[in-house]
T-cell receptor, first 116, second 115 residues
Framework: AQSVTQPDIHITVSEGASLELRCNYS??????LFWYVQSPGQGLQLLLK??????LVQGIKGFEAEFKRSQSSFNLRKPSVHWSDAAEYFC??????????????FGTGTRLKVLA | NAGVTQTPKFQVLKTGQSMTLQCAQD?????MYWYRQDPGMGLRLIYY???????DKGEVPNGYNVSRLNKREFSLRLESAAPSQTSVYFC??????????????FGDGTRLSIL
């Protein structure tokens, strides 16, 4: 069965420091991969997505992610974190169902705290 | 452009009461989903609708029913609310294309407490 693991429940970084959030997936075929961000009281907003092509994907708000097939990973990175990046981050994998749509599987999330 | 709109935003129910959570999207998407979000558990799929007129169970469907009223609207009903259904509920939609990785678009959620 497909699964997504985000091993870090909480991460704290200082403003201006670099950030890497880990995501490992279990999926047989080439996966559709996503990173979402959720601010308190809000829904999920798409940061970036990957299906094929260049394994380094650029997203919004200065985020990027690198797909590594050999490690089944899709880690999210940002060179310099801003206080406004404090939020919860979700990694997700999608696969196509026979019913003719996608099924998305989410990790349990990583909550990012940014110190001033 | 409203995207995905959920109503109500907050609701408090007593055990055994019923209610319907409403969701509407204005992006002409064919697929819609209902999730619940609980601390430390990520998002769990309750029901989904691949297209107008179809609905399917997700991983946690017990205690819920859904209706895909038309292409825009997908409602979630709790027939007899239980405290275990206290959660934040999210509706999402996407446009399914065989050769494309389409993301989901989410509403802002309904925060439901059952006493």
């Amino acid at each position: 069965a497909q699964s997504v693991t985000q091993p870090d429940i909480h991460i704290t970084v200082s403003e201006g420091a670099s950030l890497e959030l880990r995501c490992n997936y279990s999926y047989g075929a080439t996966p559709y991969l996503f990173w979402y961000v959720q601010s308190p009281g809000q829904g999920l907003q798409l940061l970036l997505k990957y299906f094929s092509g260049d394994t380094l994907v650029q997203g919004i708000k200065g985020f990027e992610a690198e797909f590594k097939r050999s490690q089944s990973s899709f880690n999210l990175r940002k060179p310099s974190v801003h206080w406004s990046d404090a939020a919860e981050y979700f990694c997700a994998v999608a696969n196509i169902l026979t019913s003719g749509t996608y099924k998305y599987i989410f990790g349990t999330g990583t909550r990012l705290k940014v110190l001033a | 452009n409203a995207g995905v709109t959920q109503t109500p935003k907050f609701q408090v129910l007593k055990t055994g009461q019923s209610m319907t959570l409403q969701c509407a999207q204005d992006m002409n998407h064919n697929s819609m989903y209902w999730y619940r979000q609980d601390p430390g558990m990520g998002l769990r799929l309750i029901y989904y609708s691949a297209s107008e007129g179809t609905t399917d169970k997700g991983e946690v469907p017990n205690g819920y029913n859904v209706s895909r009223l038309n292409k825009r609207e997908f409602s979630l009903r709790l027939e007899s609310a239980a405290p275990s259904q206290t959660s934040v509920y999210f509706c999402a939609s996407t446009e399914f294309r065989v050769r494309g990785n389409q993301p989901q678009h989410f509403g802002d959620g309904t925060r439901l407490s059952i006493l």
